[in-house]
Nanobody, 127 residues
């Protein structure tokens, strides 16, 4: 079993930055594993934000955050981070860390591809 613990988040003004982190404990990830971030605003579906493949470290982003958000991983610590720059009010949401094994490239953006989820951390962007 994998447990995901998120930290960071909070409030920021538009244009500012925040970092959220996620540490995985329990099973380690296979070469086909991936970790990522999704977010969910009130009344909306959970949407893909970013993912990183455990082996090779290739990164993937939603168009809405490309160029502003950066995902990174620390394999030794079994953790990932999401650096969020130039935040906008529409980035406000609960951000969820996700992880799974056997995730093919074409499924990285799918909620259903991930077996493990964190409890979520809230990000609020407002002036």
């Amino acid at each position: 079993q994998v447990q995901l613990i998120e930290s960071g988040g909070g409030s920021a003004q538009p244009g500012n930055a925040l970092t959220i982190s996620c540490v995985a404990s329990g099973r380690t990830f296979s070469n086909s594993g991936a970790m990522g971030w999704f977010r969910q605003a009130p009344g909306a579906d959970r949407e893909f934000i970013s993912a990183i493949r455990w082996n090779g470290g290739s990164t993937h982003y939603a168009d809405s955050v490309k160029g502003r958000f950066t995902i990174s991983r620390d394999k030794q610590k079994n953790s990932i981070q999401l650096q969020m720059n130039n935040l906008r009010p529409e980035d406000s949401a609960v951000y969820y860390c996700a992880a799974g094994n056997g995730i093919i490239l074409s499924s990285l953006r799918n909620v259903d591809a991930y077996s493990y989820w964190g409890q979520g951390t809230r990000v609020t962007v407002s002036s």
